[in-house]
């Protein structure tokens, strides 16, 4: 095997060459492979490596592009795509400190711990990696640069005033777009770059600004990546963004990062805020400058040994957790959450039955979601394509042919180009996967002419739309100080002579912060005298909206689609809260009232369809006495009730009352009193959300994943919370409500006089392993004692008939069975057999060691009185025999100590006490009055 050499990590800032470095390294070797963090920078290096050496020995691979000549000598690739067991003599990987990102960093955690060159490995990136790759990567050595200009932080300045040759960075797609706006009427147009776009339609802007075409660049984070521009001044539009779950604000080593794109080579750069970003604090701005930032301390990683057998154990392989102090496990990736859907759908799963159906499925899953519709609409295109792939090991032509079609459009604006381009996206991945498609170079071409084609018109409607060489209308207005006229757009966003001064969220206006004081006030006055006829337009459409329109967040807010439009309030009761609709007192007391009066309407019948069963209950006047009490109960606890807090009001129902209760759903169950309609989703995320509210708490804790039939117990959740989200606090693990009582009645169904075994029907209702079964009983008040035993073979039926078949053949009797044996030895009772002394002083072979198994005995721990899980009433067990009594020999694990698992109750309820919901309690009267 060849020897490697040590590992060198080049690292260091923006602009030290680091790229080029490796390309020039990567060159001096025969093979080698280079893995960088976006398609466009795998791009640009292609480009690069082709000028020089020509395409006939360079490959490109990224999802949407495969490029491989018959005589591959050197791999441009994204790191995802980096060929995995290729032995090239060189191999490298790009911005190496995204082993921190929370969405891929498992790719480069992987390819740091495990890609390596045969003669030279590079690992590039930020200083920040230095500590982790010294201790993960043992013998590695490590280069610094030093950036080749400086860096210097000018503050806030507005967009009005931005000097060319600047980047202005956005966050998003609608912030980037309403950015280049501006820039289109104050400055006269820019170029747009998004990691969205294809490489042809992003090249193609940049080309327009590297000309000299416009002066200026609206861009998302993607130019941090190593896109290289000719950029003077780096400003940010904003220092916080959503990082698919949750908007967060920039750390000080991302903004970096991209400030870092200002200034190429030996010319000098600046970088600040600009818009409604706040100027950034001065530690933050000197470390940029200085380029000192906290070092990664945890890389994310997900296991990388799969294991194929089933599904299940796929999942349980890529769920699989660390011990490395270093490592942290990556959340829940978007290929994850497609495996787990898809394996809850028949006709997928029912496919899964052999290893390489169960890898097939995993190599589909990994398909990007380019779209971004809805993880439900992703995993259903997956399904069909995992489906043809599964039965005739190809995607049919027809069906491949008839999507990318209906995409060959090149009409429509910005917008419907993006989607088509996003969609073309998916079958030019799936056209590139070897084997899927037959004729593949065919419909790799045809699916890069589509997207050229699209590519091609987005950037014309890009030019279009932000490169106008007029200057503001509003500009010259504002300074002749002639009358503004303001306009609305559709999409919320107010114009004054085309110049836009801020939006329209939902019922609520918020400014321009760029506005200076002394336009602010004559902005203002115009832009709400122009919103007095949208106001009232856009009420009539929300009162008008169905319902499935408006939704409610689990913070108790109440949006109109993404906007936020009010709030939940807390009302006289839990079943009535009030709302708080957000308009603004411009927009007058009229549409104030009407998008009150429709978001009442809305929550009122979101709980009369969510509670439908419970109102029933309350709302029965048939009810009388204490079952209409009791229905008053269950209806301030919105359903679920836990038993011992009304134990004694139980107790008090007759059997008339119960059954009336019954009706309605009721279940009287031995820990909870609730409605088994009522721990659905849907009811249950919305009685979170108004208990909370109706608790008073400031953040409402969330609803548990809807399935699982347990979850880790809560931490610092507030008290009842287990029960209002259908679950019991059982130690470490909390157990749904209903599956808790299904366990509970197979308890009760057992023979308690000496224990019971755990059955295996017990671990499947909980889906736990034995000992994480003995954690749940333990919570539930049990003691749990290990041990071991001896395995018994099982022998099969057919092994019996067939030992019974040879010994008719041999002229044996076939061996009695034990009631046959017990028989005989009445008659005549056997003598025992004389066995001969040479026989007898034979020694015999040597027997196998047999094989041990753990098993647990159970007992009940004896704790406080009311602390104990309530027994229902009527204590006696199946065939009317009853528990021992009160100083009897205990039960356990009897002789040998070789029983199996048995879990063993309390005393046993007294005579008078039965219970008439006992659902034995029938059968238990029937063997009394036999007695």
């Not at 060189?90 to 921190?100: G, N, T, W, Y």
């Not at 984070?221 to 001044?233: C, E, P, S, W």
């Not at 750069?269 to 990664?296: C, N, Q, S, Y």
């Not at 704790?863 to 199946?878: A, L």
Request: with cysteine.
């Amino acid at each position: 095997m060849l020897q490697t050499r040590a590992v060198t990590a080049v690292l260091g800032p923006t602009n030290t060459g680091k790229t080029h470095y490796a390309i020039e390294r990567m060159l001096s070797h025969r093979t080698g492979v280079i893995g960088l963090p976006l398609r466009l920078l795998a791009r640009e290096v292609y480009d690069r490596i082709v000028e020089r050496i020509g395409p006939s020995v360079v490959a490109l691979i990224t999802g949407e592009e495969r490029i491989v000549p018959e005589r591959v000598k050197y791999w441009v690739c994204t790191v995802e795509a980096m060929p995995v067991g290729m032995a090239a003599d060189f191999l490298a990987v790009d911005e190496i400190q995204l082993c921190a990102d929370p969405e891929r960093g498992h790719v480069f955690t992987d390819r740091l711990l495990h890609a390596r060159g045969l003669h030279e490995t590079l690992l590039l990136g930020s200083d920040t990696m230095r500590s982790a790759i010294a201790e993960l990567v043992p013998g590695a050595q490590f280069v610094h640069r030093e950036r080749f200009s400086e860096l210097t932080y000018v503050g806030s300045k507005k967009l009005s005033r931005m000097p060319a040759r600047s980047a202005i960075v956005g966050f998003s797609v609608e912030q980037v777009y309403a950015i280049a706006e501006l820039i289109r009427r104050q400055k006269g147009g820019c170029a747009v770059v998004m990691g969205a776009l294809s490489p042809r339609t992003r090249n193609a802007q940049v080309e327009m600004y590297q000309n000299g075409e416009v002066d200026y660049l609206v861009a998302t984070d993607a130019i941090g990546m190593g896109l290289n521009l000719d950029v003077q001044h780096v400003a940010f539009s904003g220092l916080a963004k959503f990082d698919g779950r949750k908007m967060r604000h920039l750390f000080p080593a991302e903004l970096g990062q991209i400030a870092g794109r200002a200034g190429r080579y030996k010319d000098n750069g600046t970088f600040g805020v600009t818009g409604e970003a706040r100027p950034l604090d001065d530690e933050v701005a000197k470390a940029i400058m200085d380029h000192r930032f906290a070092p990664v301390r945890k890389l994310h990683w997900r296991n990388g040994r799969l294991e194929f057998g089933t599904v299940d154990r796929l999942i349980a392989s890529l769920e699989q957790r660390t011990d490395d102090e270093w490592l942290t496990r990556v959340r829940e990736s978007d290929d994850l959450a497609a495996l787990k859907a898809m394996s809850q759908m028949d006709e997928v799963y029912a496919r899964t039955r052999h290893p390489k159906s169960v890898e097939l499925l995993w190599d589909v899953c990994r398909v990007p979601d380019f779209r971004g519709i809805s993880p439900v609409e992703h995993a259903q295109l997956l399904s069909e394509i995992f489906c043809y792939l599964h039965e005739g090991g190809r995607i049919p032509p027809e069906w491949i042919g008839a999507h990318i079609r209906r995409l060959d459009r090149v009409d429509g604006d910005i917008d419907a180009l993006s989607k088509r381009l996003a969609y073309i996206r998916t079958w030019t991945y799936v056209a590139q996967r070897n084997g899927w498609v037959d004729d593949e170079s065919h419909w790799r071409e045809e699916s890069r002419a589509v997207e050229d084609r699209l590519s091609d018109a987005l950037h014309g409607a890009l030019t279009q739309r932000f490169v106008d060489r007029r200057t503001s209308v509003l500009l010259r207005r504002l300074n002749q100080k002639e009358r503004l006229v303001a306009e609305v757009n559709d999409k919320g966003e107010i114009t004054v002579e085309g110049q836009h001064i801020g939006r329209l969220d939902g019922f609520r206006f918020s400014q321009d912060a760029s506005a200076s004081a002394e336009e602010a006030k004559t902005l203002r006055a115009t832009a709400l005298a122009a919103l007095a006829p949208e106001f009232h337009l856009r009420a009539d459409r929300f009162y008008n909206a169905p319902d499935t329109e408006i939704d409610f967040t689990e913070q108790g807010g109440l949006m109109w689609g993404n906007l936020a439009v009010g709030k939940l309030v807390k009302g006289p009761e839990p079943l009535k809260p009030g709302v708080a609709a957000f308009v603004d007192d411009e927009a007058g007391a009229e549409v104030a009232e009407k998008v009150q009066r429709r978001l009442q309407h809305f929550i009122d019948r979101k709980i009369a369809a969510a509670f439908e069963p419970m109102l029933g209950l309350t709302g029965d006047e048939t009810l009388t006495g204490l079952a209409r009490g009791f229905a008053f109960q269950m209806g301030e606890a919105m359903g679920v009730l836990r038993r011992e807090a009304v134990a004694s009001d139980v107790k008090a129902l007759d059997q008339e009352a119960r059954g009336a209760l019954r009706k309605h759903g009721v279940r009287f169950g031995q820990f909870t009193i609730f409605m088994p309609l009522m721990l659905k989703p849907a009811p249950t995320r919305l009685r979170l959300v108004l208990w909370s509210l109706h608790q008073g708490f400031d953040e409402f804790p969330e609803s548990p994943p809807p399935g699982l039939v347990t979850i880790p117990t809560p931490v610092d959740a507030p008290a009842g919370y287990d029960t209002m989200a259908g679950y019991r606090i059982a130690g470490p693990r909390a157990i749904r409500i209903d599956m808790l009582e299904r366990l509970a009645d197979q308890l009760r169904a057992e023979d308690s006089r000496g224990g019971f075994e755990a059955k295996a029907d017990m671990l499947s209702i909980t889906g736990m392993t034995l000992e994480q079964f003995a954690e749940l009983m333990r919570g539930l008040g049990y003691k749990a004692e290990e041990g071991t035993r001896e395995k018994q073979r099982p022998v099969k039926v057919a092994e019996k008939d067939e030992a019974k078949a040879e010994a008719a053949r041999e002229g044996e009797a076939p061996e009695a069975s034990p009631a046959e044996a017990e028989a005989q030895a009445e008659v005549a009772p056997a003598e025992p057999e004389a066995v001969p002394a040479d026989v007898a002083a034979e020694p015999s072979e040597e027997a196998p060691a047999p094989e041990v198994e753990t098993f647990y005995t159970f007992t009940w721990a004896p704790k406080p009185r009311g602390n104990r899980p309530q027994q229902q009433e009527g204590g006696q067990r199946k065939g009317g025999k009853r528990p021992p009594r009160k100083g009897g020999k205990p039960g356990g694990a009897g002789k040998g100590g070789n029983k199996p698992a048995k879990f063993q109750s309390g005393p046993a309820p007294k005579k008078d006490r039965i219970d008439p919901d006992n659902p034995f309690a029938a059968a238990l009267m029937g063997l009394k009055s036999k007695e």
